[in-house]
């Protein structure tokens, strides 16, 4: 009954806010570009430098596409009256031939999502690329400053996700000839007049010097706007004294401006054009129901059901059988950390066990993803997937938690308990892993299921690494439209659903293991 109550109350506060939000909407304002180019860049792609003659093949078929127009012909059909052309992404499979692309799909109109397709200007010369090479095209969607390190690594061959040339990315990648002129752009609210006058670059330039740390400009991490409002020497950008508020993606700040949490936006140009289109049309004259319709559209007709399951199946299969490793090697350290000390080799196993758990309760979870994914797993010659790591990751996480839980448990078990088994003749080991152990899981039960609760929560950070959970997948829903609502409340519901099943379970394991308790 509680559970039900809950859930309930939960749903009941979705909608609350929902009709709140339908009712506020009229009162956000739609948002404009200022049409002044704050910067010139070029994009380039970023090849392995492991593969010079990737290089090669890359530049000389940049070329071609643009001396025999097909450059222009994909590029008209993103900025033109074409019609965009579906990509598709095979598996991994090093027994294959394949190119392997690394992207961020959340720049349109060079790489975004539509269901389980891919679509953009850099995915469309992915597609025709390795065709042209013979090639089986593999995309690697992933965060944004993970894109260059991927291809640093040897994890993939190039990395296609409209980036900028920058010298600090050399470190990384080598930059094939620049396919595109790009520049960043200021984007305000309607009813903004403080740009009116701006004829060029420096007379904005003048205005956004008058600001202080009170005012917020949002950008997108890693990218040249956010350089330019922080400051860049390697791009002669000096910086401005306001906040920088980074976002994971364009949309989502342009949407916060819209919410008046931040004052302006400054990104690329065409992703600018792109997102201020979509969300004057959709989010601003759409009504709640309109933005309902929209999920709908996408999450079933675009086939962005399918990323959610896939979200859910990595969420679970990380949790999983991250707490399962987790209770191994947890138990291990629990088991060596409370044998007798008075022998040399259980001070010995003691000392390491206790230097593991302060390792890995001392750093965050996403510290010591990356740091596996691209220090440790290169530097020992392991190629495994983004989602076969966060296991790896979460399960040695869980192990330190989990050691300290079952030492706990252990401990509350009465010494009696060991020194009867001893007694009829069982060895220490058998006593406990067959007397004290179970006794031990009983008292702890419910805190280990705390433990699973936040592996779940927890998995929202593998993104770092390459890999899809529930977020990505609504995020990549909301990218689709550029309305986050109604796909952040679903994914709400989807994560305390959830949450509450795994409670549910808890409490019927947990009577289950009270019963052999119970006197009759």
Same mark, same amino acid.
């Given at each position: 009954?509680?559970?039900?109550?809950?859930?309930?109350? #939960?749903?009941v506060?979705?909608?609350?806010i929902?009709? !709140?939000t339908?009712?506020?909407?009229s009162?956000?304002?739609?948002?404009?570009?200022i049409?002044?180019d704050?910067t010139?860049?070029?994009?380039?792609?970023?090849?392995d430098?492991?593969?010079p003659?990737?290089?090669?093949?890359?530049?000389? !078929?940049?070329?071609t596409?643009?001396d025999?127009g097909?450059?222009?012909? @994909?590029? =008209?059909?993103y !900025?033109?009256?074409g019609?965009p052309?579906?990509?598709?992404?095979?598996?991994?499979?090093?027994?294959?031939?394949?190119l392997?692309v690394?992207t961020?799909a959340?720049?349109?109109?060079f790489?975004y999502?539509k269901?389980?397709?891919?679509?953009? @200007?850099d995915?469309?010369?992915a597609?025709?690329?390795?065709?042209?090479?013979?090639?089986?095209?593999v @995309?690697m969607?992933?965060?944004?400053d993970?894109v260059c390190l #991927?291809?640093?690594?040897?994890?993939c /061959?190039?990395?296609?996700?409209?980036?900028t040339?920058?010298?600090?990315r050399?470190?990384?990648?080598? !930059?094939?000839n620049?396919?595109?002129?790009?520049?960043?752009?200021?984007?305000?609210? =309607?009813?903004?007049d403080?740009?009116? /006058?701006c004829?060029?670059?420096a007379?904005i330039e003048e205005?956004?010097k008058?600001?202080?740390?009170?005012?917020?400009?949002?950008v997108?991490n890693?990218?040249?706007g956010?350089?330019?409002?922080e400051?860049d020497?390697?791009?002669?950008?000096?910086?401005f004294?306001f906040?920088?508020?980074?976002?994971?993606?364009?949309s989502?700040?342009v949407?916060?401006? %819209?919410?008046?949490?931040i004052?302006?936006?400054? %990104?690329?140009?065409?992703?600018a054009?792109?997102?201020t289109?979509?969300?004057?049309?959709r989010?601003?004259?759409?009504s709640f129901?309109?933005?309902? /319709?929209?999920?709908?559209e +996408?999450f079933?007709?675009?086939?962005g059901?399918?990323?959610?399951v896939?979200?859910?199946? =990595?969420?679970?299969?990380?949790?999983?059988?991250?707490l399962?490793?987790g209770?191994?090697i947890?138990t291990?350290?629990?088991?060596?950390?409370?044998?007798?000390?008075?022998k040399?080799m259980?001070?010995v196993l =003691?000392g390491?066990?206790?230097f *593991?758990?302060a390792?890995?309760?001392?750093?965050?979870?996403v510290?010591?993803?990356?740091?596996? *994914?691209?220090?440790?797993?290169?530097?020992?010659?392991i190629?495994?997937?983004?989602?076969d790591? #966060?296991?790896l990751?979460f399960?040695?996480?869980s192990?330190?938690? @989990?050691?300290?839980?079952?030492?706990?448990?252990?401990?509350?078990?009465d #010494?009696?308990?060991?020194?009867?088994?001893?007694a009829?003749?069982?060895s220490?080991g +058998? +006593?406990m892993?067959k007397?004290?152990i179970?006794?031990a899981?009983?008292n702890i039960?419910?805190?280990?299921g705390?433990?699973?609760?936040a592996?779940?929560?927890?998995t929202?950070?593998?993104?770092?690494?390459?890999?899809? /959970?529930?977020?990505?997948?609504?995020?990549?829903i909301g990218s689709?439209?550029y309305e986050?609502?109604v796909?952040?409340?679903? $994914?709400?519901?989807?994560?305390?659903? $959830?949450?509450?099943?795994i409670?549910?379970?808890?409490? %019927?394991?947990?009577r289950?293991?009270?019963?052999?308790?119970r006197?009759?």
């Open positions: 009954m509680k559970y039900k109550k809950l859930l309930l109350l #939960s749903l506060m979705i909608m609350v929902s009709i !709140f339908a009712c506020g909407k009162e956000n304002e739609a948002v404009r570009i049409e002044i704050l010139n860049e070029e994009y380039a792609f970023g090849v430098k492991n593969q003659e990737l290089l090669e093949q890359v530049n000389d !078929f940049i070329a596409i643009k025999d097909t450059f222009d012909e @994909i590029c =008209n059909r !900025f033109g009256d019609e052309v579906p990509v598709t992404s095979a598996e991994l499979d090093s027994s294959k031939d394949q392997v690394a961020n959340a720049f349109e109109p790489e999502t269901g389980e397709s891919y679509y953009g @200007i995915m469309e010369i597609a025709a690329l390795a065709e042209h090479l013979g090639k089986e095209l @995309i969607n992933m965060d944004f993970a #991927s291809v640093g690594q040897q994890k /061959d190039i990395a296609m996700a409209g980036l040339i920058k010298e600090d050399k470190e990384y990648v080598q !930059f094939t620049p396919y595109y002129e790009a520049a960043q752009k200021l984007i305000v609210l =309607n009813s903004e403080k740009f009116n /006058d004829k060029d670059a007379s205005i956004l008058t600001f202080d740390k009170k005012v917020k400009v949002g997108q890693g990218t040249t956010q350089f330019y409002c400051g020497e390697g791009w002669g950008f000096d910086g004294d906040s920088t508020i980074v976002y994971k993606n364009g989502l700040a949407q916060d401006l %819209i919410n008046h949490n004052d302006y936006v400054i %990104i690329d140009s065409a992703p054009k792109c997102i289109e979509a969300i004057n049309e989010y601003v004259e759409g129901s309109d933005k309902v /319709d929209q999920f709908k +996408t079933f007709e675009n086939k059901y399918v990323k959610v896939e979200g859910l199946k =990595n969420t679970l299969l990380i949790a999983i059988t991250g399962v490793i209770i191994i947890g291990v350290i629990a088991v060596a950390r409370v044998l007798p000390k008075y040399t259980p001070k =003691n390491i066990c206790s *593991y758990v390792l890995f309760r001392g750093t965050p979870i510290v010591q993803l990356l740091v596996f *994914y691209y220090v440790l797993l290169p530097l020992m010659g190629k495994i997937t983004g989602v790591v #966060s296991i990751v399960g040695l996480n192990a330190a938690y @989990i050691s300290e839980i079952m030492r706990s448990g252990i401990m509350s078990v #010494s009696g308990q060991m020194e009867a088994g001893r009829v003749g069982l220490y +058998t +006593t892993l007397i004290v179970p006794q899981v009983k039960l419910p805190t280990l705390n433990e699973f609760i592996l779940v929560k927890e929202s950070v593998v993104s770092f690494v390459g890999a899809t /959970d529930l977020y990505i997948a609504f995020n990549y689709n439209n986050f609502m796909p952040y409340l679903v $994914m709400a519901v989807i994560y305390m659903v $959830m949450i509450l099943i409670s549910l379970g808890i409490k %019927i394991m947990e289950s293991l009270r019963k052999s308790d006197r009759n």
